[in-house]
């Protein structure tokens, strides 16, 4: 299954790959078969990235489902102002450009704070980019409490995609975005709800257990 938020870049690179083949057949000669090749590749690679395998989400009410597929960097605690207004424990993602990179909604409930903030374009795993970085910050409350958490752009990702609106009613494992290509999702929880991941965890969207209330 490919994500419906990336048939345009699909399409794009498609029709490219095509013409370039064409071309090649019309007037072959050694540039027009490495423009093909690399239109081949670049095809190919959007397959790939673009991938949005079907997930099984864990049910339960108090559950915390991991909203982004990569590596956890982070697990700590921080002031966010934002949403909360006060101490938080936070768990970073970082995506590399080999992880599926569809979004999912960590808890059901209603989107009651959505923001959208253009920034810098700082390495996605740098301490600061959570706050300078182009992101989108999402808040949602549940029946057991509240979540908020951040799709940020890196240095090569520049296109963050958020199907959300505010007063939205949503369920925990469904898609709401992506980012392209390669950067990072921050999560914020409370102080009482209980971490399941460490340092170094592999985590996959809709499918993972990050806390719990």
Known sequence: MIAKDGM???????ILTVVMFLLYWLFPNTIMLVVLCLALFLFVFSLFFLRDP???TPSGENLIISP???TVIKVDQVEE??????KVQRVSIFMSVFNVHVNRVPVSGIVDYLEYEKGKFLAAFADDASDHNERSIIGISSA?????FKQI?????????FNLNKSDSVVAGERFGLIRYGSRVDIYMPLTAK????????????KTIIGEF
């Open 153 to 161: 752009a890196g240095l090569i990702a520049r296109r963050i995609v």
């Open 68 to 70: 982004a597929d990569g």
């Open 8 to 14: 345009p870049v699909l399409a794009v690179t498609g």
């Open 54 to 56: 079907d997930r099984e």
């Open 144 to 148: 057991r409490g509240k979540i908020l």
């Open 81 to 86: 102002t934002d949403y909360f207004a006060g």
């Open 195 to 206: 971490i399941h991941v460490k340092l170094k965890d592999k985590v996959q969207s809709g």
